[in-house]
């Protein structure tokens, strides 16, 4: 899990506050994800980017804002969140290929677990 | 509609029993098949892969699984289980340069 890093591990917000969630991956991949992991739920994913550019955007709620500024980092801003958004947000990264494709393995960091009062 | 379907929600099995985790999934073409497994609070590990080749893909952790394309289906296994085998286990299925993941299976190995 060193190759994919992820801050803080735990955090509890209330509904009005803003908060970031960073990722770090020291694999020297080009592509990196944000997946929501709830409770008996598949994992959902959020945002792709590859080559530091947004690829995909799963429909998810303005509230969550990702930045991606270099190939190795990954932010995931929060805002106004609602007790439903609680859950396991995990980060992944992996080699893109050159049609931005991701077919190549996923690795992930362990998660933040977000708890929102 | 569903790419990927793990059938079993959980699965149990004593220490040193042979165990299963069941993956079917549903893609055109030639599919690229990941097992990953999760401990508790700690992120999604890769397991092992299959791309082309050898129907039968031996992981880590002594795990393997096995391609069967006339049943699309890409079985877990391991011929011996440990009570540190006790996990969520995903099987994952790349349809159209896109992960789909399955709902996750969670295994239990009693002493």
């Known amino acids: 899990e060193t190759g994919v890093t992820q801050t803080p591990r735990h955090l509890v917000m209330g509904m009005t506050n803003k908060k970031s969630l960073k990722c770090e991956q020291h694999?020297?991949?080009?592509?990196m994800y944000w997946y929501k992991q709830s409770a008996k739920k598949p994992l959902e994913l959020m945002f792709v980017y590859s080559l530091e550019e947004r690829v995909e955007n799963n429909s998810v709620p303005s509230r969550f804002s990702p930045e991606c500024p270099n190939s190795s980092h990954l932010f995931l801003h929060l805002h106004t969140l609602q007790p439903e958004d609680s859950a396991l947000y995990l980060c992944?990264?992996?080699?893109?290929?050159?049609?931005?494709?991701?077919?190549?393995?996923?690795?992930f960091g362990p998660g933040t677990r977000l708890t929102v009062l | 509609a569903q790419s990927v379907a793990q059938p079993e929600d959980q699965v149990n099995v004593a220490e040193g029993n042979p165990l299963t985790v069941k993956c079917t999934y549903s893609v055109s073409g030639n599919p690229y098949l990941f097992w990953y497994v999760q401990y508790p609070n700690r992120g999604l590990q890769f397991l092992l892969k299959y791309i082309t080749g050898d129907n039968l893909v031996k992981g880590s952790y002594g795990f393997e699984a096995e391609f069967n394309k006339s049943q699309t289906s890409f079985h877990l296994k391991k011929p011996s289980a440990l009570v540190s085998d006790s996990a969520l286990y995903f099987c994952?299925?790349?349809?159209?340069?896109?992960?789909?993941f399955g709902s996750g299976t969670k295994l239990n190995v009693k002493p």
């Open positions: 694999l020297g991949h080009n592509a």
């Open positions: 992944a990264s992996s080699q893109a290929s050159s049609s931005g494709g991701s077919t190549d393995t996923q690795y």
């Open positions: 994952a299925v790349v349809n159209f340069n896109k992960f789909y």
